[in-house]
């Protein structure tokens, strides 16, 4: 029943075509390799903003594969930090399971590297791509984000409650967070508070 974080969404203000879903132009970025100076802007305007916020809200940042097979991520999180001034446990770094596609063990560096300094660690739309247990098992996550297409049929589809509840329970045996994206009524709160899920986003509270 509180606020405890914001996640960083990135639109494109194009002056002809307005605000651009990052739908139609993450992947280009991606190949292009633009997606590192927007990265870094986004990291460090995310922290920037976090700083005028009361102390107990985070601010969550998407990173991108192509960000993490870059060079000096670390070092890159630290100066965002250390510029702003924001406490390294307000920051919350969200990654995918894709990442775990390239080498497993420079990623396993990278993630220890940031929690060193202090920040925490999100897996983001688990259960929807290559999921391994095994990544939960040797990876210092502090939380797992349940997918949307799951919480958009919680109240439908037996299969889709039970995922949510299985990801909740693993999760707290393996003393992680949760939180459900895509929130849109007030009837899914009530069940992932059932299942113990600790924090929920989505339209419900806000676009």
Sequence with gaps: NRISAFEALIRWNH?????VS?????????????IVPIGEWVLKEACRQAMTWPDDIRVAVNFSTVQFARPGIVNLVFQALATSGLAPDRLEVEITESLFLESSDSVREILHGLKQIGVRIALDDFGTGF???????????????????FIIELLNEAEASAVGKAITDLAAALDMETTAEGVEEPEQVEALRAFGCTTVQGYLFSR
């Design 131 to 149: 999921s391994s247990l095994s990544y939960l098992r040797k990876f210092p996550f502090d939380k797992i984000k349940i997918d949307r297409s």
């Design 15 to 19: 002056p002809q075509r307005g605000l």
């Design 22 to 34: 990052p739908l139609d132009f993450i992947s280009i970025a991606e190949e292009s390799g633009l």
